[in-house]
C-alpha cells in the first residue's frame, strides 16, 4: 500500500512564524501535490512537483513556496504566515505514467491542520 | 463559476437506504475520480472512471461523458458509510497547468 505521511497533524503558529510542512512518500512516485481545503471552497492545489527540484504553480501560490530535494520529500513553506493561511493542508502523490497520468489514482496524506493565531 | 459542482451538500439517510450522490462538470476531462473523506482528514480514493459504469462492494459509480455527469449510488447504507464524499476530474493530459478540479464535497451521514 502506498503510504503518504505529513509531519504533523495539527499545528499552531503564530503570525508572521515562518511554517515547514513536510510530506513523504513510501511508493517512488514522480509526482506530488500540496491542497488545502476549506469549507465552501474544496480542494485547492497550490503546488506541484513532477520531479526532483521541480515544481509548479497551482491556482493559489502566493504566500508559500515549495522544496523538493529528494523524491519521496515534497516540503511546504509558509515564509510569513498569516491568519487566512488558517486551513487543513493536504499533501497527495501519484506515479507518472505520461500521457496517462490524469487516470492514475492520488493518494493523500493524513492532513495537517494549521492554525496561525 | 465552479468547475465542478456536487449535489447535494448535505445528505442525512437512514440506514439501509439507497444514496445517490451527483457530480456534475463544465469542462473536458480525461477522467473523473470520486474521494472519501472521514472525519479526521484522510481522503481515500473510490474510483476512477473515463467512461461507463464501475461497481465496488455496496458502491457503484457511474458517468456520462456527453452529459458531463457522474453519480456515485450507495446501495444498503450503513453507518459506516459516514464521510464526505467529494468528486474530482482530471484535466486533459495535454493540458498544463493544474490537473484535478474538485468539487466542494457532499457530507453525508447514515444514521442507525
Known amino acids: 500500500d502506498v503510504k503518504v505521511t505529513q509531519s504533523s497533524r495539527y499545528l499552531v503558529k503564530r503570525t508572521g512564524e515562518k511554517v515547514f510542512l513536510e510530506c513523504v512518500q513510501d511508493?517512488?512516485?514522480?509526482?506530488m501535490f500540496w491542497y488545502r481545503q476549506d469549507p465552501g471552497l474544496g480542494l485547492r492545489l497550490i503546488y506541484f512537483?513532477?520531479?526532483?527540484?521541480?515544481?509548479e504553480k497551482g491556482d493559489i501560490p502566493e504566500g508559500y513556496s515549495v522544496s523538493r530535494e529528494k523524491k519521496e520529500r515534497f516540503s511546504l513553506i509558509l515564509e510569513s504566515a498569516s491568519t487566512n493561511q488558517t486551513s487543513m493542508y493536504l499533501c497527495?502523490?501519484?506515479?507518472?505514467?505520461?500521457?496517462?497520468?490524469?487516470?492514475?489514482?492520488?493518494?493523500f496524506g493524513p492532513g495537517t491542520r494549521l492554525l496561525v493565531l | 463559476k465552479n468547475e465542478v459542482e456536487q449535489s447535494p451538500q448535505n445528505l442525512t439517510a437512514q440506514e439501509g437506504e439507497f444514496i445517490t450522490i451527483n457530480c456534475s462538470y463544465s469542462?473536458?476531462?480525461?477522467?473523473l475520480h470520486w474521494l472519501q473523506q472521514h472525519p479526521g482528514g484522510g481522503i481515500v480514493s473510490l474510483f476512477m472512471?473515463?467512461?461507463g459504469k464501475k461497481k465496488h462492494g455496496r458502491l457503484i459509480a457511474t458517468i456520462n461523458i456527453q452529459e458531463k455527469h457522474s453519480s456515485l449510488h450507495i446501495t444498503a447504507s450503513h453507518p459506516r458509510d459516514s464521510a464526505v464524499y467529494i468528486c474530482?476530474?482530471?484535466?486533459?493530459?495535454?493540458?498544463?497547468?493544474?490537473?484535478?478540479?474538485f468539487g466542494t464535497g457532499t457530507s453525508l451521514t447514515v444514521i442507525p
Open positions: 497527495a502523490s501519484r506515479v507518472s505514467k505520461g500521457t496517462a497520468n490524469n487516470q492514475e489514482t492520488q493518494y
Open positions: 474530482a476530474v482530471a484535466k486533459r493530459a495535454w493540458e498544463t497547468g493544474n490537473q484535478f478540479y
Open positions: 511508493m517512488d512516485h514522480e509526482n
Open positions: 469542462v473536458g476531462i480525461s477522467a
Open positions: 472512471l473515463s467512461s
Open positions: 512537483s513532477y520531479d526532483v527540484k521541480m515544481k
